[in-house]
Each structure stands twice: as structure tokens, then as C-alpha cells.
């Protein structure tokens, strides 16, 4: 398996490609938009356990603990990072 310092440096690479900048410059992304993404699909075997990874260390930030496909697709994932 990979290890997850270097998951989570594609993650951010991810987001950024999909993701929008706010009025803030922060990018961010929805769930359903990263999870439906063809190129994160073959990248990250645990999309979800990739971004709870992110979110413990405090380079991404979404609502709630745990993204589920479909319940979850409208949830801004947000990097706080750059």
C-alpha cells in the first residue's frame, strides 16, 4: 500500500483539479464531484479513509465524520492548506 503522507499529497492535487477557489482563495470540492472522478477512482483505493487522514491533519476540513456516496455528494470538502 502507499503510505498516506503520500495519498494525502495527491488528495490536495485532486481537489485542486477539481475543486473551485471562494472568495477566500480556499479551494474546495464536493464529495460527490471527488468521488465520482474516474481519475480518483483508480487512484485512491479508500477515497474516505484518504480524506478522514487529510482532515485529522488538518489540511482539508468537510462536515460531519464520515462521507458516504450519494448521502454525502453535496458536503464541501475544504483545503485549508496550500
Do not use: P
Request: aromatic fraction near 4%; charged fraction near 25%.
Amino acid at each position: 500500500t502507499m503510505n498516506v503522507e503520500h495519498e494525502i499529497s495527491l488528495l490536495v492535487e485532486e481537489i485542486r483539479r477539481l475543486g473551485t477557489k471562494n472568495a477566500d482563495g480556499q479551494v474546495s470540492v464536493k464529495f460527490g464531484v471527488l468521488f465520482a472522478d474516474e481519475k480518483c477512482a483508480n487512484l485512491f483505493e479508500a477515497l474516505v479513509g484518504t480524506l478522514k487522514a487529510a482532515k485529522r491533519r488538518k489540511i482539508i476540513t468537510y462536515q460531519g465524520e464520515l462521507l458516504l456516496q450519494g448521502v454525502h455528494d453535496n458536503v464541501d470538502i475544504m483545503l485549508l492548506q496550500d
